[in-house]
């Protein structure tokens, strides 16, 4: 199982940015898959999370300037981000959590992604 982060970049302040995660591989269903991020040299924080249904939590970082939503049929969590600002600047990672396999019925893996990069300038 795999999951692949789009849509970083660099962005202006005030700006918008679309992330969009993908999970892939012998997959029978995914519960959570979530968003986090990681400035340098910072902790990583949840951003938002989203279960198969339909529960969302977010970060406090976040709140009122980011909106997940979820394609369950395509395995694909996504991330609207709204007036961005620079200390927004991070790694944003996406997880998918308690994945179960094909292969393995009593699977219930924990699979992170490489993330994508936003930079937000001043």
């Known amino acids: 199982v795999q999951l692949q982060a789009s849509g970083g970049g660099l962005v202006e302040a005030g700006g918008s940015l679309r992330l969009t995660c993908t999970a892939s591989?012998?997959?029978?269903?995914?519960?959570?898959m979530s968003w986090f991020r990681q400035p340098p040299g910072r902790q990583r924080e949840l951003v938002a999370s989203m279960t198969k249904r339909g529960a969302i939590q977010y970060g406090d970082s976040m709140k009122g300037r980011a909106a997940v939503s979820r394609d369950i049929a395509k395995n694909t969590l996504y991330l609207q981000v709204n007036s961005l600002k620079p200390e927004d600047s991070a790694n944003y990672l996406c997880?998918?959590?308690?994945?179960?396999?094909?292969?393995?019925?009593?699977?219930?893996?924990?699979?992170w992604g490489q993330g994508t990069l936003v930079t937000v300038s001043s």
């Open positions: 997880v998918a959590d308690d994945v179960r396999v094909r292969d393995d019925p009593l699977s219930s893996l924990e699979v």
């Open positions: 591989g012998n997959i029978v269903s995914i519960n959570a």
